[in-house]
């Protein structure tokens, strides 16, 4: 034996590497990087191409100047790049797309640590960074190249139900299908769950999680709106099935174990509803994510199993 490696308990095996999660995790977003090219256009592709250069050029060039092991090779700042340009509208700057890719990857990710320590997802606190810093480029949406001229310059789905705009909505079809107002990757409903059962059958992800998280801003919409149609809308629209499926089932900065996954999922559900009809954003994804991401570690404790027979703490 060449090297004897020596750590602390939990030792927590697994056939899955990094690298191998994380290039699941890619395949499993390329459907909704394909369509949102095919919504939006060349812009689109721009928004992405940008977002995954600056991840990994800057977790390349921070491990460089630290004179750290390079890690670029897991693929997790490619991951962060993509989710991150998928949550953003055409509207976006391309120089704004580069400055929320280097926020996520030094900031969030690599001052804390590099991959398994920083405590917040990268790609929801960029897009809340973005969303602080330059609202009228990154709030809303825009529309796609297929939309109805009459429509183009409307607002969102989420938009129109929480003000009550005149504009009509979009279909239902259109929704799931991806035609209307949004970010460039959360419109296309079709891709993101094709994507997500790629996730659950590769057992990269437990399907309670997205279920729960789903299940819980559908039932707190309803039971709020009285309406089954804006009950719809409202797990349709937006970045709950990105966030469902790509975002609050990170490894990383939510609890590690099932029971805590559920609760956080349950928590970020709660959070979301809240924002979207009392706050100020008709959409409150981001924000319900990294304020979960804050409470994850006592999740975890909260639901941690005790050895059998263990009395008090």
């Known amino acids: 034996m060449e090297k004897l490696i020596v750590s602390s308990a939990p030792h927590i095996h697994a056939k899955h590497t990094t690298q191998s999660i994380m290039r699941d995790v890619l395949i499993a977003l390329s459907p909704a990087a394909v369509a949102a090219v095919v919504f939006f256009g060349w812009k689109a592709l721009g928004i992405i191409l940008v977002c995954v250069a600056a991840s990994v050029l800057s977790e390349l060039c921070f491990n460089l100047i630290c004179k750290k092991t390079q890690t670029v090779s897991d693929l997790s700042a490619a991951v962060t790049g993509l989710i991150l340009a998928l949550c953003l509208p055409t509207t976006a700057e391309l120089?704004?797309?580069?400055?929320?890719?280097?926020?996520?990857?030094?900031?969030?990710?690599?001052?804390?640590?590099?991959?398994?320590?920083?405590?917040?997802?990268?790609?929801?606190?960029?897009?809340?960074?973005?969303?602080?810093?330059?609202s009228a480029s990154i709030a809303g949406g825009t529309a796609t190249a297929f939309a109805d001229p009459d429509v183009v310059a409307s607002a969102t789905p989420l938009e129109i139900i929480k003000f009550s705009k005149d504009a009509p909505l979009p279909s239902l079809l259109d929704m799931f299908l991806?035609?209307?107002?949004?970010?460039?990757?959360?419109?296309?409903?079709?891709?993101?769950?094709?994507?997500?059962?790629?996730?659950?059958?590769?057992?990269?992800?437990?399907w309670e999680i997205p279920v729960i998280y789903i299940g819980t801003v559908f039932v707190l919409s309803l039971i709020i709106k009285q309406d089954l149609t804006v009950a719809l809308y409202e797990i349709l629209g937006g970045g709950?099935?990105?966030?469902?499926?790509?975002?609050?089932?990170?490894?990383?900065?939510?609890?590690?174990?099932?029971?805590?996954?559920?609760?956080?999922?349950?928590?970020?559900?709660?959070?979301?509803?809240?924002?979207?009809?009392?706050?100020?954003?008709?959409?409150?994804?981001?924000?319900?994510?990294?304020?979960?991401?804050?409470?994850?570690?006592?999740?975890?404790?909260?639901?941690?199993?005790?050895?059998?027979?263990?009395?008090g703490k």
């Open 240 to 311: 709950v099935l990105i966030a469902a499926f790509f975002m609050i089932t990170d490894y990383v900065s939510t609890p590690i174990n099932k029971g805590g996954k559920m609760l956080f999922a349950l928590g970020c559900g709660i959070i979301t509803v809240l924002i979207r009809f009392w706050g100020a954003y008709p959409e409150g994804v981001s924000f319900a994510i990294l304020l979960m991401n804050i409470v994850a570690p006592y999740l975890t404790k909260l639901c941690v199993r005790r050895p059998f027979g263990k009395v």
């Open 95 to 134: 120089w704004q797309c580069a400055l929320g890719s280097v926020f996520a990857i030094v900031v969030v990710k690599c001052l804390f640590g590099g991959i398994g320590c920083n405590f917040a997802n990268p790609a929801a606190t960029a897009r809340v960074f973005l969303l602080v810093a330059f």
């Open 178 to 206: 991806g035609n209307r107002m949004g970010a460039i990757g959360e419109t296309c409903s079709l891709a993101l769950i094709v994507g997500g059962i790629y996730l659950i059958v590769r057992k990269i992800i437990h």
